[in-house]
C-alpha cells in the first residue's frame, strides 16, 4: 500500500545552523508534494510544493529537494529559528485528490 | 492571507451521540477535504469534495459519517454516533483546484468522545 516516512524521529538543530529534514514515499505515481509544518495545537501549515517534474524548488530560508529515483524527498531550513520548532510532515499526491502524509519530523531548535 | 475557519476548537460528547463539525473554506476554493489525526499518530484523509458530492473517500469513512454543503459557504462533517475511537483532531482543508496547488488546512476540531 501507500506510505510516506511512517516515523517520527527528532532533529535537535542549534539555532542559526541549517536543517535537513528527510522523508521516504513509496508511491511511484505520486506527481505532487508539500512540506507542511504543524505547531502543538494547531493544523498543519503550508510551507513549500514541487511537483514531479521539477527535483530542486527554493522558497524564503526553504528549500525541497526530489529524488524520484530514490523516492526521496529533503526539506532544507537555511538559519534556524526558535520559531521553526514544530512538526514537519511531508504529504504526498497521486491520481485523486487525497493527500498521504508522513510520520513527521519533530524539529527541536536550542538558543 | 485567507484561511480555513472551523468551528468548534474543541468539542466533547457522550459515546453514541451525534456530532457536526463545521468548516468554512476559503472563498474561491472549489475542493474540500476532512482530515484527521489521532493523537501521536499521522494526519490521515477521510474525504474529499467537489461539486456538491464526495469525489473519494478512504475506509474510515464508513456510514457513520457524512458531508454536507448547507449552503455557499459551509462545509460540515456529521458523525452520526459517535465511538470512543473517533476522538481526534479533525482538520478541514480546501484547495483551488485539483492539482493540489494551495492546499490549506484549518486549526481543527478537537474532538473527544466519553
Known amino acids: 500500500g501507500e506510505s510516506v516516512g511512517l516515523h517520527l524521529p527528532t532533529l535537535s538543530v542549534q539555532e542559526g545552523d541549517n536543517s535537513i529534514i528527510n522523508c521516504a514515499y513509496s508511491n511511484s505515481a505520486s506527481d505532487y508534494f508539500i512540506w507542511y509544518k504543524q505547531e502543538s495545537g494547531k493544523g498543519p501549515q503550508f510551507i513549500i510544493d514541487?511537483?514531479?517534474?521539477?527535483d530542486k524548488r527554493q522558497g524564503q530560508r526553504v528549500t525541497v529537494l526530489l529524488n524520484k529515483t530514490v523516492k526521496h524527498l529533503s526539506l532544507q531550513i537555511a538559519a534556524t529559528q526558535p520559531g521553526d520548532s514544530a512538526v514537519y510532515f511531508c504529504a504526498e499526491k497521486a491520481a485523486g485528490n487525497k493527500l498521504t502524509f508522513g510520520g513527521g519530523t519533530r524539529v527541536l531548535v536550542k538558543p | 492571507e485567507p484561511e480555513v475557519t472551523q468551528t468548534p476548537s474543541h468539542q466533547v460528547t457522550q459515546m453514541g451521540q451525534e456530532v457536526i463539525l463545521r468548516c468554512v473554506p476559503i472563498s474561491n476554493h472549489l475542493y474540500f477535504y476532512w482530515y484527521r489525526q489521532i493523537l501521536g499518530q499521522k494526519v490521515e484523509f477521510l474525504v474529499s469534495?467537489?461539486?456538491?458530492?464526495?469525489?473519494?473517500k478512504s475506509e474510515i469513512f464508513d456510514d457513520q459519517f457524512s458531508v454536507e454543503r448547507p449552503d455557499g459557504s459551509n462545509f460540515t462533517l456529521k458523525i452520526r454516533s459517535t465511538k470512543l475511537e473517533d476522538s481526534a483532531m479533525y482538520f478541514c482543508?480546501?484547495?483551488?483546484?485539483?492539482?493540489?496547488?494551495?492546499?490549506?488546512f484549518g486549526s481543527g476540531t478537537r474532538l473527544t468522545v466519553v
Open positions: 469534495f467537489y461539486n456538491n458530492e464526495i469525489s473519494e
Open positions: 482543508a480546501s484547495s483551488e483546484e485539483g492539482q493540489g496547488h494551495g492546499y490549506t
Open positions: 514541487i511537483r514531479s517534474n521539477m
